[in-house]
């Protein structure tokens, strides 16, 4: 970093603008990944649009490149500054305009923490529906530059329909306010669209108008215990066809819930191990014979054979207790040793066969490996995790891990399925990409780039070189 391109951002920010403190490039250089060593050159906080536009011209006069950084919870190294970027924080800009109930938005800047936003409408009765639980700490921005999901997709969908406008700064300092608070605008390609999911890649989102939706009725949590995937599958079925909303359908592996036992201390319901576990949160009937309903379909479920056992939490505190069993597994598995991640999906009618071969490629190719699988099962989205065996070398576990995911991927190639689901490309999945995009595609994709950051300034190395 030059000394004139450091004097300019003394002279013309406030003083609280920008930091060198190691502590602080240590901590705003990197994500949630933790693989990558941070090493930006300095990380500075703008308050508004204003100051991101004067920084974006700074940065391109000096070509210094730039990291956007949200609530830095991503899983694929996206936010990561390791070649002495500017980490651009928004997590001064985090101001939330009024709640308009007419037209169910609200607009907010981007680091405003999501879910800062869902306690921002609930008194309104309104929520905007991104929900994980990484939702105390990730941004709104973040959401959006990684087109987020979570735990609720099958009802809701991905963030991309829940985002009616967006404030865009391009690299060359340009304000876009890209389709306002419009259900309704067909006038051309929507560039809103490109954005969103782009990683920080083709533009910085400073403010957004987001869609809301209303705080759904009482919620019921139940947990299921059954065989395998092929089980998880039929119960899927049976639930899609049941007269009730369903706004969540996760599964776990029965190692997953060890691990939740073990780290967070959390009891399992059941007495008997099982091999898979199903929770699902469902949206009661409107009617006054809801708890008939629901109990005669869990009758109807339990008749059928393929469900072993289940139970529905009967107080808020017990569906958030189940919930922890579900949204406890990330974390609870991390603190087992060095894990290495997956994130894919595959069209649901593929996820019998597709959960059949996988686990015969690691049986048969990597029986070392244990796999720990748990997911978005409705989304058609898993989360497959290899641990690695206590006596196995690092190295010879990551070189392990390379091999293995080599072929996982041809795998979801065979099924049409993606390499990530939802966390992105970032760093992390890169050389990887080739497996769900097609070369032309991958070439449209560059040339994007090429249009809105000639430079390459723009949180250059992600997604593509
Ligand atoms: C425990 C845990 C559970 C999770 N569960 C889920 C889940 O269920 N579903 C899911 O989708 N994800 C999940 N995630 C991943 C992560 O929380 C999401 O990807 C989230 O959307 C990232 O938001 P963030 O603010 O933390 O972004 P960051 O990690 O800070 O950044 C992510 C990307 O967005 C870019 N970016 C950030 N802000 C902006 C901006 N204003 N303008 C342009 N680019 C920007 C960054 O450069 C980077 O490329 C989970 C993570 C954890 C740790």
């Known amino acids: 970093m030059s000394e004139s391109f450091l004097a300019s951002l003394k002279r013309d920010f406030p ?32 308050r508004n649009t204003d100051e991101v536009v004067r920084l ?26 390791a070649n002495g970027e500017v980490v651009l924080s928004f997590e001064k800009m985090n101001q939330m305009g009024p709640v308009d109930v007419l037209a169910q938005t609200v607009r907010v800047q981007a680091g405003a923490v999501t879910e800062a936003v869902h306690q921002h409408c609930a008194p309104h009765g309104l929520t905007w529906p991104i929900d994980f639980a990484s939702k105390g700490s990730s941004h709104v921005g ?4 990684t087109n987020a999901g979570g735990v609720k997709v099958i009802h809701y969908g991905m963030t991309r329909n829940w985002v009616l406008g967006l404030q865009v700064v391009t690299m060359n300092g340009e304000v876009l306010e890209l389709n306002g608070s419009l259900e309704k605008n067909n006038t051309g390609a ?27 009725r009482q919620l019921d949590v139940f947990f299921f215990a059954v065989d395998d995937m092929s089980s998880v599958l039929k119960l899927f079925l049976e639930a899609r066809r049941a007269p009730f909303t369903l706004m969540a359908f996760e599964t776990l592996t029965h190692n997953c819930l060890e ?21 699902m949160e469902v949206e009661r009937p409107d009617s006054e014979n ?14 059928k054979g393929f469900v072993h056992d289940g139970t529905l939490a009967q107080s808020p505190r017990e569906a958030r207790d189940l919930w922890s069993l579900r949204e406890g597994t990330p974390e609870s598995i991390y603190h087992r040793g ?12 593929s996820l019998e066969a597709f959960v059949r071969d996988m686990t015969e490629m690691y049986a048969s190719q990597h029986s070392g490996l244990e796999v720990y699988l748990f997911g978005h099962i409705g989304d058609g989205n898993l989360h497959v995790n290899t641990l690695k065996p206590a006596e196995m070398d690092r190295e010879v576990f990551l070189a392990q891990c390379v091999e293995a995911d080599r072929a996982l991927y041809e795998i979801i190639r065979k099924y049409h399925g993606s390499i990530s689901a939802e966390h992105g490309i970032g760093l992390l999945k890169k050389k990887w990409l080739d497996y769900t995009r097609a070369p032309a595609e991958i070439a449209l994709l560059k040339s994007l780039k090429q249009v809105f950051d000639p430079m390459n300034l723009l949180n250059p190395g992600k997604i593509f070189d």
């Open 15 to 46: 003083a609280d603008f920008l930091s060198q403190k190691p502590a602080d490039l240590e901590k705003y250089g990197k994500d949630w990944t933790k693989v990558y060593a941070p090493k930006p050159s300095i990380v500075v906080f703008p």
């Open 56 to 81: 974006v011209k700074l940065c391109a006069q000096n070509h210094m490149p730039l990291v956007p950084s949200g609530g830095r919870t991503g899983l694929s190294g996206g936010a990561v500054a």
């Open 142 to 145: 973040g959401n959006i530059a």
């Open 190 to 216: 929507d560039l809103r669209q490109l954005f969103i999911g782009s990683e920080g890649t083709l533009g910085i989102v400073t403010e957004a108008i987001l869609k809301l939706t209303r705080v759904p």
């Open 259 to 279: 691990a939740v036992q073990d780290h967070l201390k959390l009891k399992s319901p059941f007495t008997q191990k099982y091999g898979a576990y199903v929770l």
């Open 290 to 303: 809801a708890q008939t309903v629901l109990d005669q379909w869990l009758e109807g479920l339990f008749e």
């Open 338 to 349: 060095l894990l290495h991640k997956n994130d894919i999906s595959l069209p649901i009618s």
